[in-house]
């Protein structure tokens, strides 16, 4: 039985390749209609393979920027709805009218208009609380308010006289309660600071709030930072917003970092920082380059989040605003396999790819401007990981697996000689084919060939399913290149057997 467990804890791995969480981002002008066509096109073609675990469009919204689902107008009648709800004593479906309404209001752009629905939304759920008897609830909602904005004043034509009272005194205690300090920078400076969508200054910014949780938003020029909610503690509370990265996201009409100044290296630093935020294994930034001279090329570049390096970089030519669909699809195989087709061009032999313009008097420039058209595979290694992986997984998974199972069956035949050794002992032993019960002897030899019987059953049982095991992934995957290298080793004494397997994977 420990024999099969081992088996399987050696196969189980290496047999349960699931792809990668990935994400597509597009860098560039994010206005681009081409750029955006094209990103649409290849992330269509990425989603329609089997088995890829892609973040869709809509999901990478839902996840940064979440939209609300009604405007202020309806969201409006909604509050005016669950106020005639609280009127009429029905007094749960005002409750769970305010709720909803909260959930959209939370979504819509931070500012005055924003506020002053949430502002409503939380006083009625205060009153409507109150009426149903939850006061704690009541108090809650009472002081959503009151703590940004200290000096409100209820409506004594809509608030009873008792409410007021409550309300005045949930004003004086939290005046009197220890404040938390909290400080926000930026890295671009005066960016205009929301909390639950209520203006509070200017970075950088030093308030003192009650303790809580808050959404915060940052704005500067029509950027906008990622909403976020934040725990607000203890004595101080310093934030360090990075606007000048968040605000270069968006997520329409597709995801898209703008690029405005080209900067190669710092679109992919915030690319991988943006797969670590939405929480993915891989980014694949796709952009369409322009040389100054020669053909416009739609390249994908595929980033490892945790690692934060290249693992491959790839194009092909491209003119108007749809992907040639062959080309299109040559670029998914390559950047989800590493394999790559005629058509599609991945990095020079030189290590430089045919959009980038070779630097003056670089002599290792390809002569004439020529793309190696002959090498689609070579890709430089040591730059930022920009190799690919030589040797596709599920190859190497083929050959583990099959040096595993010859391991585990060259095992087999060791115990099998061990076994016989005890047979032919306790032969000799035996009376009239019988083992007596006081020959102690006899006895354990007859243990140890039980023994030996399992572990030459689960011997054969694991390396047989192993070793096919790995002959179906060999065949399912083809290789481009040589199979690694892998040694098997077995050595058995009198008492025991092992097994060893070694190799370059």
């Not at 938390?180 to 200017?202: F, H, M, W």
């Not at 108007?320 to 396999?337: I, K, N, Q, Y």
Request: proline share 6%; with cysteine; hydrophobic share 40%.
């Amino acid at each position: 039985m420990r024999a099969i467990l081992f088996i399987l804890s050696c196969i189980l791995p290496l047999t349960a390749f699931a792809a990668p969480r990935r994400m597509v981002v597009a860098s560039g002008d994010c206005k681009d209609a081409e750029l955006g066509s094209q990103a649409n096109a290849f992330l269509g073609a990425l989603v329609s393979r089997p088995e890829q675990d892609i973040l869709s469009a809509t999901g990478f919204s839902e996840r940064l920027f979440p939209q609300p689902t009604r405007s202020y107008e309806d969201l409006q009648r909604q509050l005016d709805a669950a106020q005639d709800h609280f009127y009429e004593s029905r007094y749960g479906k005002a409750a769970q009218a305010l709720d909803e309404a909260l959930q959209q209001i939370v979504r819509l752009p931070v500012g005055e208009a924003r506020w002053k629905l949430f502002e409503k939304a939380q006083l009625l759920h205060g009153l409507n609380y109150r009426a149903m008897g939850r006061v704690k609830e009541s108090d809650a909602a009472f002081r959503n308010v009151l703590r940004l904005d200290p000096t409100h004043k209820l409506d004594p034509d809509f608030f009873a006289p008792s409410v007021r009272q409550a309300f005045d005194k949930l004003r004086r205690e939290q005046n009197a309660a220890r404040k938390v300090k909290l400080s926000v920078r930026t890295i671009v400076p005066d960016a205009e600071v929301y909390l639950d969508g209520k203006k509070v200054g200017q970075t950088p910014l030093a308030l003192d709030v009650p303790a809580g949780t808050y959404d915060l938003t940052l704005v500067k020029d029509g950027t906008v930072s990622f909403p976020r909610q934040h725990q607000v503690q203890g004595a101080d509370t310093p934030l360090l917003v990075d606007l000048a990265y968040e605000g270069s996201v968006t997520a329409t009409p597709f995801p898209c970092l703008a690029a405005p100044d080209s900067n190669d290296e710092k679109v992919l630093s915030h690319a991988v920082r943006l797969g670590g935020t939405v929480g993915v294994e891989e980014v694949i930034v796709v952009r369409l380059e322009r040389p100054s001279s020669g053909p416009k090329w739609f390249a994908a570049t595929v980033l490892n989040v945790e690692g934060g390096q290249k693992l491959r970089e790839g194009g092909f030519k491209t003119q108007g605003l749809d992907a040639p669909a062959e080309a299109l699809s040559a670029l998914v195989d390559f950047v989800t396999t590493g394999r790559s087709h005629s058509n599609l061009l991945v990095m020079n032999a030189n290590g430089r790819p045919p959009w980038e313009q070779p630097a003056k008097g670089d002599k290792s420039a390809v002569p004439g401007g020529a793309s190696d058209l002959d090498a689609p595979d070579r890709l430089t290694e040591g730059v930022a990981g920009a190799a690919s992986s030589s040797t596709p997984r599920l190859r190497v998974a083929s050959y583990v697996l099959m040096g595993v199972g010859v391991a585990a069956l060259g095992g087999a035949g060791a115990v099998r000689l061990m076994a016989q050794k005890d047979v032919n002992d306790l032969e000799k032993r035996m009376k009239n084919g019988r083992i007596l019960s006081t020959d102690q002897d006899s006895l354990r030899l007859r243990d140890s060939l039980i023994q030996k019987n399992n572990l030459l059953t689960g011997l054969l049982v694991g390396g047989g399913a192993a070793a096919v095991t790995g002959a179906v992934l060999f065949f399912v995957s083809p290789s481009q290149v040589a199979p690694p290298p892998v040694s098997v080793g077995v050595a058995a004494d009198g008492e025991a057997v092992s097994a060893s397997l070694s190799g370059s994977f």
